[in-house]
């Protein structure tokens, strides 16, 4: 059974940074295709970025390229999302979500449909404040 756990939300301020970590079990990292998410209250999840870690192909939202950084971490089976810059606009609850190694990057939006992934954790909150 796939169980995704994040971990490393918070509160900061305009400008500041956080890593998110994503823990698998059941699934490796190692070879995968991952996403991070997010929702704001009263609006639909959206995509943030994906990556497929065997062909070490990424994609971002554009409202995140250049401040963000998803990327398999060293640690156990993890997933990371770094942030930095953030902006009140990136508050929200992050989800990490994963699906099947053989699902292909093409690196365009629709590589971030929700639907595209089966697997999902429970979340992690972020606030920015101004």
């Known amino acids: 059974q796939v169980q995704l756990v994040e971990s490393g939300g918070g509160s900061v301020q305009t400008g500041g940074s956080l890593r998110l970590s994503c823990v698998a079990s059941g699934y490796s990292v190692s070879d995968a295709r991952m996403a991070w998410f997010r929702q704001a209250p009263g609006k639909e999840r959206e995509g943030v970025a994906t990556i497929h870690t065997g062909f070490r192909r990424t994609y971002y939202a554009e409202a995140v390229q250049g401040r963000f950084a998803i990327y398999q971490g060293n640690a156990e089976n993890t997933l990371y999302l770094h942030m930095d810059s953030l902006k009140p606009e990136d508050t929200g609850m992050y989800y990490c979500?994963?699906?099947?190694?053989?699902?292909?990057?093409?690196?365009?939006?629709?590589?971030?449909?929700?639907?595209?992934?089966?697997?999902w954790g429970q979340g992690t909150q972020v606030t920015v404040s101004s």
């Open positions: 979500a994963a699906t099947s190694s053989s699902e292909r990057l093409y690196g365009r939006s629709g590589d971030l449909s929700p639907d595209r992934y089966p697997y």
